[in-house]
């Protein structure tokens, strides 16, 4: 099956610094991934909607100032946290659709934890 | 507005069957989704239902009524490793998943 990766799994950083996310489909071409959050015992919540080269469609209250999405390539996704703060601290997921496959697949990474401290 | 109902928790004993279910409200529909999810770790992918009717893979059969917005997870012969949060999503009109909150599934020995 379809491979989604992120990078890093696991961040812990100082509270006003900027952490970058990665999100890399592996083995196919995803015009369109997805940003969510988890928060503990939580459903997922939809952030932004990616689209390679053109902006993020955000969701109703995610700050786009604060998360910034660059969707530069077929292949790569980045979320970057800007000025971070201990309520920042969740777990990221980012999603893939392939182009080649059904439009209603999607494929999770494997999540990163942030920890701000 | 769009919405996704599932039980908070559940509790079943291993060896025995359960059955999840999951209501729907969405804006158009391009089917229902479950994925399972394990404490720290992302959504992997269970099933898909479109069409009205029972999808059987293995332990686990999925069930759709469109007419009624209702879905369930049926897991067999439960196993310790089945504990999990199991996700309801609903894709909308949009191709957008509408999220449930989970239903978290304890099995006890």
């Known amino acids: 099956g379809a491979v989604v990766s992120q990078h890093p799994s696991r961040v812990i950083c100082k509270s006003g610094t900027s952490v970058k996310i990665e999100c890399r489909s592996l083995d196919f071409q995803a015009t369109t991934m997805f940003w969510y959050r988890q928060f503990p015992k939580k459903s997922l919540m939809l952030m932004a909607t990616s689209n390679e080269g053109s902006k993020a469609t955000y969701e109703q209250g995610v700050e786009k100032d604060k998360f910034l999405i660059n969707h530069a390539s077929l292949t790569l996704s980045t979320l970057t946290v800007t000025s971070a703060h201990p309520e920042d601290s969740s777990f990221y997921i980012c999603s893939a659709r392939d182009m080649a496959g059904e439009v209603n697949e999607q494929f999770f990474g494997p999540g990163t934890r942030l920890t701000v401290l | 507005g769009q919405n996704i109902d599932q039980p908070t928790e559940m509790t079943a004993t291993e060896g025995a069957i359960v059955q999840i279910n999951c209501t729907y409200q969405t804006s158009g529909f391009n089917g229902l989704f479950w994925y399972q999810q394990h404490a720290g770790e992302a959504p992997t992918f269970l099933s898909y239902?479109?069409l009205d009717g029972l999808e059987e893979k293995g332990r686990f059969s999925s069930f759709l009524s469109r007419s009624k917005g209702y879905s369930y997870l049926l897991l067999k012969e439960l196993q310790m490793k089945d504990s999990a949060s199991y996700l309801c999503a609903a894709m909308d009109s949009n191709y957008q998943l509408i999220w449930g909150a989970g239903t978290k599934l304890i099995i006890k020995p």
């Open positions: 239902n479109v």
